[in-house]
């Protein structure tokens, strides 16, 4: 019997490669770039939704730090660039990171840190979403 849902069998530095070709491909638009035309504009915003819209997940638990932050330097791209305002990065408790200690928790705050341009601010995640495990991240504006 066939499984449903994601493959685990794709590869995650091809997966990469595609969000940098896509990104590549399809730049942010500049702010030369001329509006659009009155005629052309919608008169009524679409109706909203009343479901929340899950928030974009980054998985780097059991990753080494190169990969780890390879991925998260493409993740958090391509979020800034579509101007998504808050994503979580899931980088594990470090419970078997040895006597270091965790360094994938520190790795991505210290990222955040060197790159105010995208991150506007972070957090813990609440318990029920990761909690010392995961962070929250809010992205600035394009």
Same mark, same amino acid.
């Given at each position: 019997?066939?499984?449903?849902?994601?493959?685990?069998?794709?590869?995650?530095?091809?997966?990469?490669?595609?969000?940098?070709?896509?990104?590549?491909?399809?730049?942010?638009?500049?702010?030369?770039?001329?509006?659009?035309?009155?005629?052309?504009?919608?008169?009524?915003?679409?109706?909203?939704?009343?479901?929340?819209?899950?928030? !974009?997940? +980054?998985?780097?638990?059991?990753?080494? $730090?190169? #990969?780890?932050?390879? /991925?998260?330097?493409?993740?958090? &791209?391509?979020?800034?660039?579509?101007?998504?305002?808050?994503?979580?990065?899931?980088?594990?408790?470090?419970?078997?990171?040895?006597?270091?200690? !965790?360094? +994938?928790?520190?790795?991505?705050?210290? $990222?955040? #840190?060197?790159?105010? /341009?995208?991150?506007?601010?972070? &957090?813990?995640?609440?318990?029920?979403?990761?909690?010392?495990?995961?962070?929250?991240?809010?992205?600035?504006?394009?």
């Amino acid at each position: 019997m066939a499984k449903r849902g994601k493959t685990h069998d794709q590869d995650p530095d091809r997966v990469h490669r595609e969000i940098l070709d896509y990104l590549d491909e399809h730049p942010p638009p500049s702010e030369k770039t001329p509006s659009t035309p009155p005629a052309a504009r919608p008169k009524k915003p679409a109706p909203r939704s009343k479901k929340p819209v899950p928030r !974009p997940e +980054l998985m780097l638990r059991r990753l080494r $730090y190169d #990969d780890a932050l390879g /991925r998260l330097e493409t993740f958090l &791209r391509f979020h800034f660039e579509a101007g998504t305002p808050e994503v979580r990065v899931v980088h594990g408790k470090g419970l078997r990171s040895g006597d270091e200690g !965790p360094v +994938l928790r520190d790795a991505v705050r210290d $990222y955040c #840190d060197r790159h105010p /341009r995208w991150v506007r601010s972070y &957090r813990e995640a609440p318990p029920k979403e990761g909690g010392q495990g995961a962070l929250i991240i809010r992205l600035r504006s394009p």
